[in-house]
């Protein structure tokens, strides 16, 4: 089984700032991991995923995240986030096998004001 | 590509009714799809797995009674509410997986379902 702790529920930022969306996660497999944004309202849409190979994974939007494999994280980072990035972010893991199905954190919600 | 529609967005039913959502894969085969529950600012819990020509996989604690889920073919899937009541009041959300794109899913815009 596996588990995804998000440390942060709530992050508020300015406008063109960095910034850095925490996320661990706990398995005694190997896991695929995923990053997700949604918006009100709205179904989930994904920024980017690490399947394998290079640990730094570039996203949609401008967004980027690094595995690290010892430190069970793969945080989300953006160099300059917008307005329009004010939205729940959830970070999932899959094992590799089977139906391969994804557990999620508790999310992330980013606000991002000018 | 790789698009997932659900219908409807959102539906409003007196509580002891039947409410039917449909979850489609537009363009691709989905295999496997899966229907996830959120509450107000909460995670998505999964709630089952659907393949297609066999039966739901149901997830400890979803009454299967309750939550019926048909999945007939390679594009569709069917989430029934039974008998609902406003406890069931929530946002369904599926997803869908394709054979050739590994353990990636594809959402769906998600449905709200309000019991009154």
């Known amino acids: 089984a596996q588990s995804v702790t998000q440390l942060d529920s709530q992050v508020p930022v300015f406008e063109e700032a960095p910034v850095e969306l925490r996320c661990n996660y706990s398995s005694s497999v190997s896991v695929y991991l995923f990053w997700y944004v949604q918006y009100p309202n709205q179904g989930l849409q994904l920024l980017l995923k690490?399947?394998?190979?290079?640990?730094l994974v570039k996203g949609i939007n401008g967004f980027e995240a690094e595995f690290n494999k010892s430190q069970t994280s793969f945080h989300l980072r953006k160099p300059s986030v917008h307005i329009s990035d004010t939205a729940e972010y959830f970070c999932a893991v899959s094992d590799r096998g089977g139906y391969s199905t994804l557990t999620f954190g508790k999310g992330t919600m980013l606000l991002v004001s000018p | 590509g790789a698009v997932v529609s659900q219908h409807p967005s959102w539906v409003i039913c007196k509580s002891g009714t039947s409410v039917k959502i449909e979850c489609r894969s537009l363009d691709f085969q989905a295999t496997t799809m899966f229907w996830y529950r959120q509450f107000p600012k909460q995670s998505l819990m999964l709630m089952a797995t659907?393949?297609?020509?066999?039966?739901?996989?149901?997830e400890q604690g979803v009454e299967k009674d309750k939550f019926l889920i048909n999945h007939a073919s390679l594009t569709l899937s069917t989430l029934t509410v039974t008998s609902a009541h406003p406890e069931d009041s929530s946002f369904y959300i599926c997803?869908?997986?394709?054979?050739?794109?590994?353990?990636?899913?594809?959402f769906g815009p998600g449905t709200r379902l309000t019991v009154l």
């Open positions: 659907s393949n297609e020509g066999s039966k739901a996989t149901y």
């Open positions: 997803s869908a997986k394709n054979r050739d794109t590994y353990n990636e899913q594809f």
């Open positions: 690490y399947l394998s190979g290079s640990t």
